[in-house]
């Protein structure tokens, strides 16, 4: 159908990991997954379509209204995601939270310590793992929810790094304010073209806590069941992600679609 081919573009083009390993998943729950990653997709560039806030909170709430109505809306991804939650029985709360965090994403508002940037994390990239998870095999997920928070965090912080200066030219800065007092500056000489030191020490400590994450999820991984490993392999692409950043920096270009591909496979094929 046109409707379910134009939702996977949209993950294809918007988030090439996820649709690579949305392939690794059983047949039939494709069409879900690949309605929350473009949901995903959707929700997560709003800012990128949107000159000031107020335009984006009403495409946020206009999200919020459409899933707590549960009804057709004529938008294919919206409507995917309705099916979706219906089949599966996914909980409204998680899209609630997760929209409530997008609105964040709006303003230039600071981060403003650790713990709130892992909240932002939970509520964005480990809410979207457990929910891929529970289309998966919903009886075993629940058992994975600290994997899924230490994944996603992995993941959404490695995101972050590799935006940090399309962020930084918006006036954007994610990283917490807790960790720029760490390693002496702040957000204003971050944000700033004057402290090019500061900002490589900042991007030191966001690449050690997404490391911490990373090897929290790897300590466990090799446990996860076969059921959920299609939600967890974007995961495969993380290190190689960080390595690329920690040796050429922020702007290094992401690993090769081909060298991303073969990450993905082998955890496909071999488990962590």
């Keep these: 159908m046109a409707a379910d081919a134009h939702v996977r573009e949209i993950v294809r083009a918007g988030d090439p990991d996820r649709?690579?390993?949305?392939?690794?998943?059983?047949?039939?729950?494709?069409?879900?997954?690949?309605?929350?990653?473009?949901?995903?997709?959707?929700?997560?560039r709003v800012r990128d379509l949107v000159r000031e806030p107020l335009p984006g909170e009403i495409r946020l709430q206009w999200w919020r209204?459409?899933?707590?109505?549960?009804?057709?809306?004529g938008s294919p991804v919206a409507d995917a995601l309705i099916a979706a939650i219906d089949a599966y029985r996914l909980p409204v709360a998680a899209f609630e939270a997760m929209l409530e965090?997008?609105?964040?994403?709006?303003?230039?508002?600071?981060?403003?310590?650790?713990?709130?940037?892992?909240?932002?994390c939970g509520e964005?990239?480990?809410?979207?793992?457990?929910?891929?998870?529970?289309?998966?095999?919903?009886?075993?997920?629940?058992?994975?929810?600290?994997?899924?928070?230490?994944?996603g965090c992995a993941q959404t912080m490695t995101g972050l790094l590799q935006d940090l200066s399309?962020?930084?030219?918006?006036?954007?800065?994610?990283?917490?304010?807790?960790?720029?007092?760490?390693?002496?500056?702040?957000?204003?000489?971050?944000?700033?073209?004057?402290?090019?030191?500061?900002?490589?020490?900042?991007?030191?400590?966001?690449l050690a806590l997404a490391r911490d994450h990373f090897g929290a999820f790897l300590r466990d991984a090799p446990s996860l069941p076969a059921s959920l490993r299609p939600a967890f392999l974007p995961l495969a692409v993380i290190e190689a992600s960080l390595d690329r950043i920690e040796s050429k920096g922020v702007d290094a270009p992401a690993?090769?679609?081909?060298?991303?591909?073969?990450?993905i496979l082998r955890r496909a094929t071999g488990g962590w």
């Design 19 to 44: 649709y690579l390993a949305t392939l690794y998943a059983p047949e039939d729950k494709r069409p879900a997954l690949f309605a929350l990653y473009a949901f995903h997709v959707e929700t997560a």
């Design 65 to 73: 209204d459409a899933i707590a109505a549960g009804q057709p809306t």
């Design 124 to 151: 964005t990239g480990a809410a979207l793992i457990q929910l891929a998870a529970l289309v998966l095999d919903a009886e075993t997920a629940a058992g994975q929810a600290d994997l899924a928070g230490h994944a």
């Design 166 to 206: 399309r962020h930084r030219a918006r006036g954007q800065c994610y990283v917490p304010a807790d960790l720029l007092a760490a390693v002496g500056t702040d957000r204003e000489a971050f944000l700033s073209n004057d402290d090019d030191d500061g900002v490589g020490r900042a991007v030191a400590a966001m």
């Design 255 to 263: 690993p090769s679609a081909l060298r991303r591909h073969w990450l």
């Design 101 to 120: 965090a997008r609105v964040f994403d709006l303003y230039d508002d600071p981060m403003p310590d650790r713990t709130t940037l892992e909240g932002y």
